[in-house]
């Protein structure tokens, strides 16, 4: 996968690129990942990519002129063929469409991803209208510039990438995922995967640290009781904290007995 970044301030992203998962797919050549200038491409002596709003008001708007070329200079696919060439151009944005889950699994299929970073007061609609082929939003907040959102779209759409984390059956069973129950693998820990829900709980040694303990169930070595354990406890993280999540997931009639049985 190719993944460009277009972003005035392109040392913003030596910390996120050079750590971890994304730093080791890009030595493996999984992911090539390029950070762009915009400043390269604006046309005077002093670099100006910015320029104050038609109708008045405050701040400062990204001009258009050095997106387009910066986009054009990379040679990807128009508009119209990029999904046959399984290219995508986003501009990150707090008006976009919601990035998820399911749009980072989307993403993580193409080929190649641009991804447009906004600064001050936004970026000329124009570049939304005619250039972008999609506008995404990390949250309902408003950041003061594109950058982390790319961050976080690049962390999470690389490590869907085949062969970027060690054991690829373990973002399968993650928060979110909607792999149908038993999808991802044999044992205990990858039958219970999230189909849409949150992760279960977590535990590691030592059993007991300062007196806090681990359920007995994990120790058990029963792998059906561990596999209902986490799927109830599943549940109930995902009623407690988002149960908006429950309206787009199927329960099983085991999973409405873990949750009936769950006090
Ligand atoms: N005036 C804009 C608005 O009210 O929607 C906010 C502009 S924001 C200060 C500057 C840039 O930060 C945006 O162009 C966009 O690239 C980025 N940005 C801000 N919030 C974002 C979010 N929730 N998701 C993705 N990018 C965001």
Redesign the pocket.
Known sequence: MKIDIVTIFPDFFRGPLEHGIIRRAREAGLATIEVHDLRAFAHDRHKTVDDRPFGGGE?MV?KPEPIFECIEAMGVASREGRSEARQSVI??????KR?DQSVANELAAMERIVL????????DERVGQYLADRE???????????????A?IVDCITRLIPGAVGNQASTQQESFTTFSQGQAGDGPSSTCTSGGLLDYPHYTRPADFRGMGVPEVLASGNHEEIRRWRRRTALEKTLRNRPDLLESVVLSEEDKKLLGNSD
């Open positions: 701040g990204l501009l990150l944005s707090a008006q976009g990035f447009i970073c906004g600064r001050y007061e936004g970026v995404l939003s990390i949250g309902d907040y408003v950041l003061s510039g594109g950058e982390l959102g790319a976080v």
